[in-house]
């Protein structure tokens, strides 16, 4: 089992950036893909973006496409989020999920590890 902690979430301005963190503990992180979702308020929680166990692959919504960065750092058991241009329409929790065994997945269902979530709140 893993557990998994976010951090980085804040409020920004449209055009700014922010970097989100997702800290694992527990069993070694590279042993799961990993994703990014997205809650905001009064809609489902949406795919963000995904990274391979070894991190060589990854895999993101339209809407972020060419904004945000997915990557991890196997020594620190860390995945990261790096949101740039961001737009008030990316106002949401950020969620970070790990799954065992299926790459490059997009759905909830397949990930039963999820963190508690950080804010992220992007001002016009």
């Known amino acids: 089992q893993v557990q998994l902690v976010e951090s980085g979430g804040g409020l920004v301005q449209a055009g700014g950036s922010l970097r989100l963190s997702c800290a694992a503990s527990g069993r070694t992180f590279s042993r799961y893909a990993t994703g990014w979702f997205r809650q905001a308020p009064g809609k489902e929680r949406e795919f963000v973006a995904g990274?391979?166990?070894?991190?060589?692959?990854?895999v993101y919504a339209d809407s972020v496409k060419g904004r945000f960065t997915i990557s991890r750092d196997g020594a620190k058991n860390t995945v990261y989020l790096q949101m740039n241009s961001l737009k008030p329409e990316d106002t949401a929790v950020y969620y970070c999920?790990?799954?065992?065994?299926?790459?490059?997945?997009?759905?909830?269902?397949?990930?039963?590890?999820w963190g508690q979530g950080t804010q992220v709140t992007v001002s016009s």
């Open positions: 990274i391979s166990r070894s991190g060589d692959d990854t």
């Open positions: 999920a790990a799954n065992p065994s299926r790459e490059y997945a997009t759905r909830t269902l397949y990930y039963p590890y």
